[in-house]
């Protein structure tokens, strides 16, 4: 059974997590405009929904930045499509 706390965490996770996808389905909207037709602003507005996971992971779910997990995901997915390896971090934050 869940205690107080717990309910209210969990509760304050759902909500963020609801914030979250309103706001890449905004997003989403943004490059659907964006695409075929201005590619820079295509990248930065996926680079907005990365970094906007990003510090979703760290302020709600309480990833700690410090394990620099921007750094070793570029790496993992670079190893399968090679053009990301053009891509680079800052502060744990996609980089464009």
Not at 66 to 87: E, H, I, P, W
Request: with cysteine; proline share 2%; net charge negative.
């Amino acid at each position: 059974m869940l205690v107080e706390d717990e309910i209210e965490r969990d509760n304050t996770i759902e909500n963020n997590f609801i914030l979250l996808l309103s706001e890449l389905e905004q997003l989403m909207v943004r490059l659907e405009e964006k695409k075929g037709k201005q590619p820079i602003l295509s990248v930065q507005c996926l680079s907005d929904m990365v970094n906007r996971l990003a510090e979703f992971s760290e302020k709600v779910m309480n990833i700690d930045p410090r394990g620099g997990f921007m750094v070793k995901v570029l790496r993992k997915v670079s190893d399968r499509y090679s053009q990301m390896q053009l891509l680079h971090s800052e502060g744990n934050r996609l980089s464009v």
